[in-house]
T-cell receptor, first 109, second 116 residues
Framework: QKEVEQNSGPLSVPEGAIASLNCTYS??????FFWYRQYSGKSPELIMF????GDKEDGRFTAQLNKASQYVSLLIRDSQPSDSATYLC?????????FGAGTRLTVKP | GAGVSQSPSNKVTEKGKDVELRCDPI?????LYWYRQSLGQGLEFLIY????????KSGLPSDRFSAERTGGSVSTLTIQRTQQEDSAVYLC??????????????FGEGSRLTVL
């Protein structure tokens, strides 16, 4: 089992819709969870982080964490074409930051 | 500089040659990570430095790969006797948090390595 797993996609949503990105992780001791966005040919950039169970909202983005289920998700409301990118889930495992393979999102105008 | 600096940005080498990739983290950041990203793939963890502690080398794919971090700042990733499968973008990232469990990573622009 991989340490961090994501559906590779591609995920395609129409402009204005909600995009839902999911991630599971294997290490129950993980303490912090991150979502990074990576545009084609660019380096990853941090969108959100979450440490506690529940929801965390920042503008159009909501991160959800369920430690019991070892599951973290990212919701993007009112999706825009500029949100088209690969979204990487990252989990801090004892100081090591491990990434999922990423989900490619396309938002169609 | 304000961000993580990596050099060279592009490197083309012949199979069997050695290469060195350099990373200059954000000033004051104690944690430094190296990742490898092949075309269309996710980030593969290579090595992690935290302060003066022994590095976590568990991600290095073979003994041809090594890395060091001098003075707790600049890091060099060395690949000996390069192979074509080493072709990838090598990303360096640094983090401020001394409690590494909560560190947010800031990435450099990467070094694109092509082995002919």
């Amino acid at each position: 089992q991989k340490e961090v797993e994501q559906n590779s996609g591609p995920l395609s949503v129409p402009e204005g819709a909600i995009a839902s990105l999911n991630c599971t992780y294997s290490d129950r001791g993980s303490q912090s969870f991150f979502w990074y966005r990576q545009y084609s040919g660019k380096s990853p950039e941090l969108i959100m982080f979450i440490y506690s169970n529940g929801d965390k909202e920042d503008g159009r983005f909501t991160a959800q964490l369920n430690k019991a289920s070892q599951y973290v998700s990212l919701l993007i409301r009112d999706s825009q074409p500029s949100d088209s990118a690969t979204y990487l889930c990252a989990v801090n495992i004892g100081g090591d930051m491990r990434f999922g393979a990423g989900t490619r999102l396309t938002v169609k105008p | 500089g304000a961000g993580v600096s990596q050099s060279p940005s592009n490197k083309v080498t012949e199979k069997g040659k050695d290469v060195e990739l350099r990373c200059d983290p954000i000033s004051g950041h104690t944690a430094l990570y190296w990742y490898r990203q092949s075309l269309g793939q996710g980030l593969e963890f290579l090595i992690y430095f935290q302060g003066n502690s022994a590095p976590d080398k568990s991600g290095l794919p073979s003994d041809r790969f090594s890395a060091e971090r001098t003075g707790g700042s600049v890091s060099t990733l060395t690949i000996q006797r390069t192979q074509q499968e080493d072709s990838a973008v090598y990303l360096c990232a640094s983090s401020l948090a001394r409690s590494a469990a909560y560190g947010e990573l800031f990435f450099g622009e990467g070094s694109r390595l092509t082995v002919l």
